[in-house]
């Protein structure tokens, strides 16, 4: 899809609606390994929600090598440079495939001493580890798949990846009872099969999606020679990739941090907010479909230097958003206990899960800003700048925050969701500045100094 001209409006719905339904699947599936885990015990449950920051920096990686391959081919695609966008396409897939079982061994190596140092022990503990470690034997998968899809985002496709996300639903739909339960021949594995059914699901992906990329017409253009690594196409690749999986894993980092302040109010705060967190992700999922939206969108114009098509798309972008969180916003403010209780039969775990959802009613707006601008500023290949303002709203601004919220005011528990939403706050403001400053200052630089 050549996302340089036509309807923006349009353009951004017809990326937008896939991947929120594909993110929608992928959140249920991360809901249904809630569910089981539930019914296995409520240590089970916080086994899975303290292994959430530490999941962060596996995803980390695969998110930020997606979002990364994602703006260089965009940006080529926009320039009309396809076989350079081919090129640095395949030096992406290679280099991920090295780092990724380097850093499925470093999540595994770092899961216990990490839990250790929250306060898992005994039951927690082990449901933790024996969940993450797991896990991190199909880290391959997630980072490849991750790198696959990303050619398929490039070009405004979204649908493959959504086809994708609801099979993979399904699959771990199936094999979660299966393998955590215990049904006929299989013995019940707990919280490690868990991490199978979800392995299996990426297996899946990788196939899948792998398929769609070799029938992409822009495939022809593959030459076996592209594999064999070039230092200057592996640094522009690192000089994108990394800051983008640095700025997913100081996300993680923030929820280190208030995992341990959360961890020191007890399991049944670990457990509440856990389940919190992957309510508020449901509300938040149709934005999530416009924030991958406009990484294409940004990309593909950032090569083509149309600056202000960019603008134009993130105001629009922002509207829809920002629409879409009133309605979601409502639910939470409203039903925030009810939801829990569909996780959960723990009365205080339910308490404390509600407690955070009713906040998070108004965090959804800020979120908006802040996720909108942060896909601008991927797309123009400045995810450093990105990586700074979730540094400064996850781990420089919260421990201030926090303390004030939670021990000056003396709100205890209430304390730190309503420092998050401060902190949050605070960002946003900076980060959209930041953003339409640079937008400004390039599209200026272009007028006075045209290309020629």
């Given at each position: 899809?050549?996302?340089?001209?036509?309807?923006?409006?349009?353009?951004?719905?017809s990326?937008?609606?896939?991947?929120g339904?594909?993110?929608?699947?992928?959140?249920?599936y991360?809901?249904?390994?809630t569910f089981?885990a539930?019914?296995?015990?409520?240590e089970a449950?916080?086994g899975l929600?303290?292994s959430?920051?530490?999941?962060?920096i596996l995803l980390?990686?695969a998110v930020?090598?997606?979002q990364g391959?994602?703006?260089?081919?965009s940006?080529l695609?926009g320039?009309?440079k396809?076989?350079?966008?081919?090129?640095?396409?395949?030096?992406?897939?290679?280099?991920?495939l090295?780092?990724?079982v380097?850093?499925?061994?470093?999540?595994?190596k770092?899961s216990?001493p990490?839990f250790i140092f929250f306060g898992?022990?005994?039951l927690?503990?082990?449901?933790?580890?024996?969940?993450?470690q797991?896990?991190?034997?199909?880290?391959p998968?997630?980072i490849?798949?991750?790198?696959i899809?990303?050619?398929?985002?490039?070009?405004?496709d979204?649908?493959?990846?959504?086809?994708?996300?609801i099979?993979?639903?399904?699959?771990?739909?199936i094999?979660?009872?299966i393998?955590?339960l215990?049904?006929g021949?299989?013995?019940?594995?707990?919280t490690m099969?868990i991490?199978?059914?979800t392995?299996?699901?990426q297996?899946?992906?990788?196939i899948?999606?792998?398929?769609?990329v070799?029938?992409?017409?822009?495939?022809k253009?593959f030459?076996?020679s592209y594999?064999?690594?070039q230092?200057?196409?592996?640094?522009d690749i690192?000089k994108q990739?990394l800051?983008?999986s640095?700025n997913?894993l100081?996300i993680?980092i923030?929820?280190?941090?208030?995992?341990k302040?959360?961890t020191?109010?007890g399991?049944?705060?670990?457990?509440g907010?856990g389940i919190?967190?992957r309510?508020e992700?449901?509300?938040?999922?149709p934005?999530?479909?416009?924030?991958?939206?406009?990484l294409?969108?940004?990309g593909?114009?950032y090569g083509a230097?149309?600056?202000?098509?960019?603008y134009?798309a993130?105001?629009t972008?922002?509207?829809?958003?920002l629409?879409?969180?009133v309605?979601g916003?409502?639910?939470?403010?409203l039903a925030?206990?009810?939801m829990a209780?569909?996780f959960?039969?723990?009365t205080?775990v339910?308490?404390?899960?509600?407690?955070?959802?009713?906040m998070a009613a108004f965090?959804?707006?800020v979120?908006?800003?802040i996720h909108?601008?942060g896909?601008?500023l991927?797309?123009?290949?400045?995810?450093?700048?990105?990586?700074?303002?979730?540094l400064l709203?996850?781990?420089?601004?919260?421990p201030?925050?926090?303390?004030?919220?939670?021990q000056?005011?003396?709100l205890?528990?209430?304390?730190i969701w309503?420092a998050i939403?401060c902190?949050?706050i605070?960002?946003a403001f900076?980060?959209f500045f930041h953003?339409?400053?640079?937008?400004?200052k390039?599209g200026?630089?272009?007028?006075?100094n045209?290309?020629?």
């Amino acid at each position: 899809m050549d996302l340089t001209q036509g309807n923006i409006r349009k353009q951004l719905i017809s990326m937008a609606v896939p991947a929120g339904i594909g993110m929608l699947f992928y959140t249920l599936y991360n809901v249904v390994d809630t569910f089981y885990a539930g019914l296995i015990s409520t240590e089970a449950l916080a086994g899975l929600a303290i292994s959430f920051p530490v999941y962060f920096i596996l995803l980390a990686f695969a998110v930020g090598f997606g979002q990364g391959t994602t703006a260089l081919v965009s940006n080529l695609l926009g320039a009309k440079k396809e076989e350079d966008a081919v090129y640095i396409y395949i030096q992406s897939l290679t280099i991920s495939l090295i780092l990724s079982v380097l850093i499925g061994y470093i999540t595994y190596k770092i899961s216990e001493p990490v839990f250790i140092f929250f306060g898992a022990s005994d039951l927690f503990l082990e449901n933790g580890l024996r969940y993450m470690q797991t896990l991190a034997y199909g880290a391959p998968f997630f980072i490849f798949a991750n790198v696959i899809n990303s050619f398929l985002y490039a070009q405004g496709d979204t649908k493959k990846n959504r086809n994708a996300l609801i099979i993979g639903f399904i699959i771990n739909l199936i094999f979660n009872p299966i393998l955590s339960l215990g049904i006929g021949p299989f013995p019940a594995l707990g919280t490690m099969g868990i991490a199978i059914a979800t392995i299996l699901c990426q297996i899946f992906n990788v196939i899948y999606l792998g398929y769609f990329v070799l029938k992409s017409p822009l495939s022809k253009k593959f030459q076996f020679s592209y594999c064999k690594l070039q230092i200057k196409m592996a640094i522009d690749i690192f000089k994108q990739a990394l800051p983008a999986s640095m700025n997913m894993l100081l996300i993680g980092i923030g929820f280190f941090i208030i995992q341990k302040y959360v961890t020191g109010y007890g399991a049944s705060a670990s457990a509440g907010y856990g389940i919190a967190l992957r309510i508020e992700q449901i509300i938040l999922l149709p934005a999530i479909g416009l924030n991958t939206a406009m990484l294409s969108m940004t990309g593909q114009n950032y090569g083509a230097k149309n600056f202000d098509r960019i603008y134009e798309a993130f105001v629009t972008s922002l509207k829809l958003a920002l629409l879409l969180m009133v309605f979601g916003s409502a639910i939470l403010f409203l039903a925030g206990e009810q939801m829990a209780y569909l996780f959960t039969r723990d009365t205080e775990v339910i308490k404390i899960a509600g407690s955070y959802l009713f906040m998070a009613a108004f965090l959804t707006f800020v979120y908006q800003v802040i996720h909108q601008s942060g896909s601008v500023l991927s797309g123009m290949k400045k995810p450093t700048i990105n990586a700074f303002y979730t540094l400064l709203r996850l781990a420089i601004i919260p421990p201030f925050t926090f303390y004030f919220f939670s021990q000056t005011l003396g709100l205890g528990l209430n304390g730190i969701w309503w420092a998050i939403l401060c902190s949050n706050i605070i960002a946003a403001f900076l980060i959209f500045f930041h953003m339409r400053y640079l937008i400004k200052k390039e599209g200026l630089a272009l007028k006075t100094n045209p290309v020629t």
